[in-house]
């Protein structure tokens, strides 16, 4: 998928949702009123990327370093991650095909047994492949794959293509590398997330809360992205730019 065709089909989408905290605070409301909002704002979301065919929506749900937020609320958190899995579930093959990539171990075993049935329920579903990332540190992910590698692949057949297949053996989902990411909340940093898989992502940042961002919000991110020239290293037009290359020593001549 490249930008400047305006289409979405095959497009990859991944999303920091940040902002739910300072949502709240502003409305002077509790923090947890952001993460439920924050919640509505993902049904949303994931409504106008199945309208637009995107392939692959990657959503940063809980990362490994919100676990230390504190108790109350984290649990509102876990809570409202749990209930949209269940959700989903009850969707079944209708609703995006569901994966969960990151930690398992960590977390109550209500969200675990939520994300089981989310992914067995719509597993045979044929559309949007939507993945949630839970207790999820990318630099986590590429040391486990690390140790992985190191113990059951030889040498000679270890490629990227192997590399990317074990940064996360919970979900064999072989979602492809990351066209698009996108922030909300106006921070502008990749916050230890997919950063193998956005190794030539376009990046695009914006002030909206996640709270308050929707469908308009993701056209303009999308129509931004496909106003983008991805040349992934290398030229477009490589006798163009050889003349532009020699332009500076004419005028030096």
Do not use: K
């Amino acid at each position: 998928m490249t930008g400047g065709n305006g289409t979405t089909a095959g497009l990859h989408v991944a999303v920091i949702m940040d902002g739910n905290g300072r949502w709240a605070v502003r409305r002077g409301q509790p923090r947890i009123a952001g993460h439920r909002a924050g919640a509505q704002a993902v049904r949303r979301v994931v409504a106008a990327a199945r309208e637009r065919g995107i392939t692959t929506l990657t959503l940063f749900a809980v990362s490994s370093d919100n676990l230390h937020r504190p108790g109350g609320e984290l649990h509102v958190i876990l809570d409202e991650v749990r209930d949209y899995l269940l959700e989903l579930a009850g969707e079944g093959a209708g609703g995006p095909r569901v994966h969960v990539i990151g930690r398992r171990d960590r977390v109550p075993p209500a969200v675990v047994d939520a994300v089981g049935a989310a992914e067995r329920a719509t597993a045979p579903a044929t559309g949007m492949q939507l993945r949630l990332a839970i207790d999820y540190s990318a630099r986590d992910a590429l040391l486990r794959a690390v140790r992985a590698a190191a113990v059951h692949t030889p040498p000679n057949d270890f490629t990227r293509d192997t590399f990317a297949r074990l940064l996360d053996p919970c979900a064999l989902s072989g979602a492809p590398d990351v066209d698009l990411l996108i922030r909300t909340g106006g921070e502008q940093r990749l916050s230890d997330f997919l950063l193998w898989e956005c190794a030539y992502a376009e990046l695009w940042f914006t002030d909206v809360l996640w709270p308050d961002f929707g469908a308009r919000d993701l056209a303009l991110a999308l129509e931004a992205y496909a106003r983008r020239d991805r040349r992934f290293g290398r030229v477009r037009d490589p006798v163009s730019t050889r003349d532009a290359r020699a332009e500076p020593a004419r005028r030096l001549a």
